[in-house]
């Protein structure tokens, strides 16, 4: 016990020096199936709380062969070229083995994660609830605590990924292509008024007037749609990120819209709120889960849902039944 | 006891014979908070199951003074002079007493009220939840029952009203009003894509041409959403009600959506898929009711969500504590 401790402690200390490889140790440890491991890496969370919290967390999202990668990878390597300390959090989608992703690391995002001020942290997509992985924000804290300064947190864009995602960053990015006609077809429910920015990619060589045709369509159907902060326009921007063009703009926009902001009071009540919600649907998941873990509530439920689609039952006769017939302990 | 199931039989037979005191009185024993009214009001509802699920049932929401009541008047008389049996359930905002609010029939929806096809039920805000009573949708079983073969379901538009009201219909529709920019501003998020058609109202007059480039804008926009039925395009129509016009064509709309939706099987699917998400959303609900009825539970949560935004604890710790701490019987 007392050797645990010991090693949570020196484990917490190496991340607060930068060391990457003890911050992809606690990771590891965070996403372990393992309860000792959740036990300790929930302890080494608890420790490393008071340093949490001072950086951009930004999530990003696009269409299917936006480039959402190139894209992070060019701009991350201009965020530390300029000073700043970025991590890169994505599911890997290769990846089922728990405990990292070796492979992952090294394929994508090759120059990106030569910056000795940048972690790319790709979590095996095992883990994931709704498309985003269940430990990605806390391992969001753990980066903050490291002292990165961004967060970058991509989205696979399956699932509830985007929402999901959305409440945990203060900033969200969507990334587009040109021949928004077509693309908006395939484009989910409600994903354009999630972005605080919206960014038309790949816009670059023969691509490049249709690419400022694409904005001026998003610009007028941006006016149709609610934003996503309040207070906070939706911009739209061209971005090439084979030509390094546009990235500088996003930083600047990024930095214009902490400052709005924080002007507002938004920037920390949206934190907060996000927080209390989080809890409050991690209550909401546990209780479901303890209900159906229940193997015998889980066949009534079967049951009465096949009487009552086939009208013998009604919802409210069921639920009743569910409630009142049996005493399980359930906390 | 005995007598109880005399006066539910009888109940149920008037209702069968379409006796629209008799429906009322149903409905007010659904709305009822008494757990005995509870209960018999489920026992008749059960009586009832078979007799169910012969309607059309309508969604209507729309914008702030798009003349949601107007159009519902209009369209239901016409539907009545057809040969349809028309219900219209709402939420009566100036009512707040249990029991039905006999004002609220009197003084909307006049023409339609003294229709004896129709039958309006303005039911008070005070059981909504997220702005839909807690009743709405077993009110339709019983107006079903009934024999009314087109079901209205007016939103308020508030919570997730628009939402939950699409939970539980075939169609829905959102009537808007020209000048679409500044109109959409005020639109909640994601409203439009979950209508099967949209209607610029208020196409009379001086306000035809306007309501005709609204139209096409709408329509432009509707390329960008995706669409909410399957195999179903969202139209577009203009419609006055004031002129009667448009009106056939809508409905002409509503029989070629249901052809096709038979056709591709979606009909069936979506409303089992609506029962069943409505049993899982009731034993959600019922969870999260019966975990917060506890007052200490409700105090430890409230206490650990302070330790948590004051960065004391960590989230899952407090979810932990939550459920290992102590052993409460939930069910």
């Known amino acids: 016990k007392t050797k645990i401790k010991q090693n949570l402690d020196e484990l917490a200390e190496k991340i607060r020096e930068g060391s990457r490889l003890h911050l992809a140790k606690a990771i590891t440890l965070l996403e372990s199936a393992h309860p000792e491991d959740q036990s300790d890496a929930q302890d080494l969370l608890k420790k490393m709380l008071p340093y949490t919290g001072d950086s951009i967390r930004i999530g990003i999202t696009g269409v299917p062969g936006a480039g959402k990668s190139t894209f992070i990878e060019a701009f991350g390597k201009m965020l530390c070229e300029r000073g700043h300390r970025v991590a890169v959090l994505a599911i890997d989608p290769s990846s089922t083995v728990n405990g990292g992703s070796i492979l992952g690391d090294k394929t994508r995002m090759e120059q990106l994660s030569r910056e000795p001020n940048a972690f790319i942290r790709p979590s095996p997509s095992a883990g994931t609830l709704g498309g985003v992985h269940k430990k990605t924000r806390e391992t969001m804290l753990l980066c903050e605590a490291a002292g990165y300064d961004i967060v970058l947190i991509e989205t696979m864009g399956v699932g509830q990924s985007e929402t999901i995602v959305r409440g945990m960053v203060d900033f969200f990015l969507l990334l587009v292509l ?31 007037r249709p690419a400022q045709r694409t904005m001026s369509e998003y610009k007028r159907i941006q006016h149709f749609l609610q934003s996503a902060t309040p207070g906070w326009d939706t911009r739209t921007h061209l971005v090439s990120s084979l030509e390094n063009k546009g990235l500088s703009r996003i930083q600047e926009t990024i930095e214009e819209f902490r400052e709005t902001c924080m002007k507002t009071g938004f920037w920390s009540s949206r934190r907060t709120k996000q927080t209390t919600e989080w809890f409050q649907a991690m209550i909401r998941d546990r209780l479901i889960d303890t209900f159906y873990a229940n193997n015998d509530t889980k066949q009534r439920v079967s049951q009465f849902e096949k009487q009552i689609t086939e009208g013998q039952m009604t919802v409210s006769q069921a639920v009743d039944l569910l409630f009142s017939d049996e005493k399980t302990e359930l906390i």
Do not use: F, R
């Not at 021949?179 to 691509?207: R, S, Y």
């Open 178 to 208: 040109t021949g928004a006609g077509d693309e908006l077809q395939g484009m989910k429910k409600g994903i354009m008024e999630l972005a605080d920015t919206i960014i038309v990619h790949k816009a670059d060589g023969d691509n490049l």
